[in-house]
């Protein structure tokens, strides 16, 4: 990860059937001033997780939940919503099982 | 299915004998053929699914629920005026322990993960479930360790039936869904198809299906990611494995993209009148997917819940809205 960019810090928390892809790190931290770009950041160090959250398209996945804080990105700017230092962005994954 | 819980007074009069449980309502679901969806299979081809959303609790879970409750009573485990019953749930089967807690008179608690939608966490208040809500990134396994952790720390206050690793989960297909199928198709259904999520609908069915005719072939399908939008099923590899799960008993596994599963989720909607969530869905894409591929067959799949518990999600997208 680059340490000279002037690009906000950020964590994004992985869910549990997702660490597979990410040598078992529930946080992982990022440089990126919007959400496409921390997440672009993220899928640059861990490759394996692209196919999980984009379309060949390059859009998001329709069902993939992004969360900044305590927020859905639907309700903000989606993957345009804009990153401060230190945000906590959270990919959410749909319930499973009974 | 005839019911032994009634520790509510039965009215007395001509309505006793009538439907006088909600429980009494759960189970002989009709089974429907598809039609519009199923258009263009080769002849001789047909697909039902079994219309598990009409159960009075709004799924397929209301006859695990019930069953699991039966059996803590049968062996004593579940006292119904002291215990209070508490299980890990995404949903349904929550849904269906509250609204027999409610109906029958026993006190339910659930741990679920708080990102459950809206709809499902007023379903539950409304039946008057109380809910511990737990960490969204860990979905149902951690809904579960805050279950196991609860009943540790207050030994005897719980009856914890653990519909993940409860023989009662799977034997309610066998003894009720099973058989129902069966009737239902005059015994000739060819395949099943059904989706994994405790397991317990597929495991239940298939036993009961192979023991009456080994050669109808029984399919499980999962997710085909681990980050999936289908709710209430379940991607094995990178899941807790449930305890009754066991994967050598389908004749083969296949997956469902979450994009497949809700645009027919849709279709079912508006082409078939079937309100269904997306597991629903999936599952008549995975049979649908089956029966172009044979020459003759009945293939039987299962409706497990109710749409209107998923309305406030954005896949209904409704390309025919207007404003004025």
Known sequence: MATTTEQPSVTIRIPTPLRSYTNNQSIVEVNGATVQAALTDLIDTYPALKPHLYHDNGDLRSFVNIYVGDEDIRYLEGPQTALEEDTEVSIVPSIAGG | MPSSLSPHPTAPGPKATRTSQVCDAIGDTPLLQLHV????????????????HLNPGGSVKDRPALAMVRAGQRSGAFDMAQDTLIDATSGNTGIAYAMLGAAVGFSVELALPANASAERKQLLRAYGATLHLTDPMEGTDGAQRVVRERVAESPGRYFYPDQYNNEANWTA????????ILAQTDEQITHFVAGLGTTGTFTGVTR??????????????QPDSPLHGLEGLKHMPTSRVPGIYTPNEADAHVTMQTEEAFAMTRRLAREEGLLVGPSAGANVAAALRLARTLDAGRVVTILCDTGARYLSESFWENATDTTS
Request: aromatic share 6%; net charge negative.
């Open chain 2, 173 to 180: 297909h066998y003894e009720t869904t099973g058989p129902e």
């Open chain 2, 208 to 221: 009961r299906l192979k023991a009456h005719d080994a050669s109808i072939q029984c399919i499980a399908m």
């Open chain 2, 37 to 52: 969806v199923a258009q263009g299979l080769p002849e001789g081809v047909s697909v039902w699914a079994k219309a598990e």
